[in-house]
């Protein structure tokens, strides 16, 4: 991959990976921060890049198994957070859906989390999902079932009604 097409990957899909982070992991700074360094690691890593089929999926994957090592490094050490990760920044919320809808995401189990937002959020199809994370097709399909139920339920909740029925607010 030459450094334009790299460039062109960086402005094209940055946001999108962040928010589809955050999203997964429910925190604005961490997946900023794991974001940037999943693109690092790309561009040290162009030819694999140059090869992949989807090397925004690459990004994508690599930036979120950096939050999941990042968050097993700090809860199995009990040790404070990384001075690369810092304190929490106090972001205005955009807008209440918003709000609602990450803190529900964060309430739901990883695997039921990870394929909503790659399916709704992402808008990746079903095999697409199945060969990122390397699970069957079925898998993701009954994780995307019960994953809808549980956040309707929890949106339900939360704002009476207000939010059942849409992953479209993000």
Request: hydrophobic share 45%; aromatic share 6%; proline share 4%.
């Amino acid at each position: 991959m030459e450094a334009h097409e790299f460039d062109e990957l960086y402005a094209a899909s940055f946001r999108r990976i962040t928010s589809q982070v955050y999203a997964m992991i429910g925190n604005l700074d961490e997946a900023t921060e794991c974001v940037q360094e999943a693109f690092a690691r790309a561009w040290a890593n162009r030819r694999k890049l140059d090869k992949a089929e989807y090397p925004e999926a690459w990004v994508r994957t690599t930036a979120y198994r950096l939050a999941v090592s990042r968050w097993r490094r700090t809860k199995l050490a009990k040790r404070p957070t990384d001075r690369a990760v810092g304190t929490a920044t106090q972001v205005p919320a955009v807008d209440e859906s918003h709000v609602a809808l990450v803190d529900a995401l964060r309430k739901l189990p990883e695997a039921q989390r990870q394929a909503l937002v790659l399916h709704h959020i992402a808008d990746l199809p079903i095999h697409q999902i199945a060969a990122e994370i390397g699970v069957p097709e079925g898998t993701i399909k009954a994780r995307l079932s019960r994953g809808r139920t549980a956040l309707a339920a929890l949106l339900t909740d939360e704002t009476n009604g207000g939010l059942a029925g849409g992953m479209s607010h993000v």
